[in-house]
């Protein structure tokens, strides 16, 4: 489960590997396009799963509109362009960059937790689970850091640590959207502890976090491999 909170997103299509790549990292050409027509025309591009064309238009308005007060949208949208199209390594370059120069935006937030689970699709839960940590440390008092702590849990979770899993979930602020979810996963991460076989309950509540991760839990790798797409 993640927040975006950006205007326009969209379902992914095609992972990157399938499309052409040289146009992902050509020098942006000049242009009679305002920047208004180039957002519109990425975020077409977005929807249609065309994402190192998405990638060479959102440089291209970097490039030829530094300025912009839309720039932290764009350079995050940057990063789910590769998220979407399966390049986790160059997602996860790209949500850092975006923290590090946006740090105090809805966007330079959102970034750290993208982070995370570009981590996690790497399958670096370790070092997922010390960002989200940080997380909730550097945001204490805000809903981010509320957020963070959930998706520690959520992973946590997924890799069958219950008692710590359950732990995270019983921290999350009473004030928080996440606070009602968070208690009865916590129950349900304790109950996790005491069962011999695999629980279809929480098989089905990594299928609400992600689709295919309920099947991946229970091992059904085929199923898990349709899901995602």
């Known amino acids: 489960m993640l927040w975006t909170e950006v ?18 990292i050509a020098p942006p050409e ?42 932290p949208m764009v350079h995050f949208s ?9 390049n ?3 997602a996860l370059q790209t949500f850092r960059e975006v923290s590090q120069r946006y ?9 750290w937790l993208w982070q995370g689970e570009s981590l996690v699709r790497q399958g670096q839960y370790a070092t997922a689970d010390q960002l989200y940590a940080e997380m909730t440390e550097r945001f204490s008092h805000d809903e981010i850091g509320q957020k963070a702590r959930y998706q520690r849990a959520r992973t946590l979770l997924y890799r069958r640590q219950w008692r710590e899993a359950a732990t995270q979930f ?10 009602q979810s968070a208690q009865w ?35 059904r790798l085929g199923d898990a491999l349709l899901a995602f797409f």
């Open 185 to 219: 996963l916590a129950r349900e991460a304790l109950a996790g502890e005491r069962l011999p076989m695999k629980s279809p309950v929480l098989a089905g509540t990594f299928s609400g976090f992600l689709p295919g991760s309920g099947q991946l839990y229970n091992g």
């Open 30 to 71: 000049p242009t009679g396009f305002s920047s208004e027509q180039l957002l519109i025309f990425a975020e077409r591009l977005m929807r249609e799963g065309e994402y190192f064309r998405v990638i060479t238009e959102y440089r291209r308005f970097l490039f030829y509109y530094p300025d912009d007060p839309r720039c």
């Open 170 to 179: 019983e921290q999350i602020a009473p004030g928080s959207a996440l606070y």
């Open 7 to 24: 205007p326009g997103l969209c379902q992914f299509k095609a992972p990157i590997g399938q499309q052409s790549a040289p146009s992902a």
């Open 103 to 111: 740090p105090d935006t809805a966007y330079g937030k959102q970034a």
């Open 78 to 86: 940057i990063g789910l362009a590769f998220y979407r199209g399966e």
């Open 88 to 90: 986790y390594t160059e």
